[in-house]
């Protein structure tokens, strides 16, 4: 199965909201290239690749941690007692939300006048379910 990373907007709506003093990332490489681009912009980001003990020993013990879309992130935290606040990326939501966007950008575009709130309840109905079609023939 694909896993969608979070986008870079996901992670500068959490930083500008919450000032940290210290942002450590913990991933096995920078692959991501989300993790190059927050270094460059955030001095208070720090990262290195780390052994695994290391690396689950931080994720145990902290009080605010961002998700990314992992089976190892996610196992892990199930034993963190002291987690205060997290924040994880729904990427159903976002999926349908940019399709609501998208769909209401086009009916501007086109000169044409917004829908009732029936008519696009319907329209996103049949996007979300062509979307769900789309996600099961590909699983």
């Known amino acids: 199965m694909l896993y969608a ?16 003093r210290k942002i450590y990332i913990i991933s096995e490489n920078n692959a991501n290239v989300v993790i190059d681009k927050l270094l460059n912009e955030n001095k208070n980001i720090i990262f290195k690749m780390n052994k695994l ?3 689950i020993s931080y994720l145990m013990f902290r009080y605010n941690l ?4 992992s089976s ?4 892990i935290i199930k034993f963190n007692e ?3 606040n997290m924040w994880e990326y729904d990427i159903k939501l976002s999926l349908i939300n940019d399709i609501f966007e998208k769909y209401q950008i086009m009916l501007k575009a086109h000169g044409k006048n917004i ?3 029936n008519e696009n309840l319907k329209i996103i109905l049949f996007f979300i379910f062509k979307l769900i079609l ?3 023939l590909n699983s």
């Open 66 to 69: 961002v998700a990314s879309v």
């Open 115 to 117: 829908l009732d709130k």
């Open 72 to 75: 190892f992130f996610t196992s």
């Open 53 to 55: 003990e290391d690396d």
């Open 82 to 84: 002291n987690i205060k």
């Open 5 to 20: 990373q979070p986008p870079l907007c996901f992670y500068h709506k959490i930083l500008n909201d919450f000032k940290f």
């Open 134 to 136: 789309i996600l099961f």
